[in-house]
């Protein structure tokens, strides 16, 4: 991908961030709420996995969800569906974690494609789902070329891609002059937008590429 390009796209996803503002995602106070909102957010809708992790609040621990049974964990969960799946997703991350040391800093040695190896390894990692572990929770900048991405790029005559591997390559090395913070919130905007536009086909898109529209970077 040339240099003019990737200035365009850079542009439009900085667009997307201005217009829809910070969304300042998976920011809690407790890494463990978040940790767990990834694997629960999985096929279903933000307001179940909400519900869900309501239901946990009280929970949120490494020791308390490794101690919890199998079927208490799953009647917590259960608004977010696919919960006996979930459950040991949860367990299994929770026990991965455990066996690690239990402490994010000990994985500042890591390098990120060391790390996403590792959270691959974990039953119910998948790609999109470790990158989102990757930039949210041990604040590594990745490009997450989920389906809002896809289609948005697509429209946008920037690629069509059906492969989250294959988009995840060509676009990754856009964020290594970016924020972390600017990294995670182009993640949040292309989201936002994509469901913004599922809702209106006919949503104007033609200012994120109209090189008369004023930027801030």
């Known amino acids: 991908m040339d240099t003019v390009n990737d200035k365009t796209i850079i542009t439009a996803l900085h667009r997307l961030v201005d217009h829809y503002g910070h969304q300042n995602w998976w920011e809690h106070d407790n890494k463990i709420a978040?940790?767990?909102?990834?694997?629960?957010?999985?096929?279903?809708?933000?307001?179940?996995?909400?519900?869900?992790?309501?239901?946990?609040?009280?929970?949120?621990?490494?020791?308390?969800?490794?101690?919890?049974?199998?079927?208490?964990?799953?009647?917590h969960i259960q608004p977010a569906g696919f919960y006996k799946q979930k459950s040991n997703y949860i367990k299994a991350l929770m026990n991965w974690f455990h066996a690690h040391g239990r402490s994010l800093d000990k994985f500042d040695h890591y390098s990120t494609t060391e790390l996403r190896k590792e959270l691959l390894t974990i039953k119910g990692v998948g790609d999109e789902t470790a990158d989102a572990m990757l930039l949210y929770i041990f604040n590594r900048k990745v490009f997450i070329a989920d389906q809002y991405a896809m289609r948005l790029f697509d429209r946008l005559g920037f690629g069509h891609f059906n492969k989250y591997a294959v988009m995840r390559a060509a676009f990754n090395h856009l964020?290594?002059?970016?924020?972390?913070?600017?990294?995670?919130?182009?993640?949040?905007?292309?989201?936002?937008?994509?469901?913004?536009?599922?809702?209106?086909?006919?949503?104007?898109e033609t200012w994120l590429i109209t090189p008369t529209v004023a930027t801030e970077e």
């Not at 292309?190 to 006919?202: E, T, W």
């Open 34 to 75: 978040d940790w767990v909102a990834m694997i629960l957010i999985q096929q279903t809708t933000e307001q179940n996995a909400n519900r869900a992790l309501d239901n946990l609040a009280p929970y949120l621990s490494v020791d308390q969800l490794r101690e919890m049974s199998l079927e208490a964990l799953q009647t």
């Open 175 to 204: 964020v290594k002059d970016i924020s972390l913070k600017q990294c995670k919130e182009w993640h949040a905007a292309i989201d936002v937008h994509g469901k913004a536009f599922r809702k209106n086909k006919q949503l104007d």
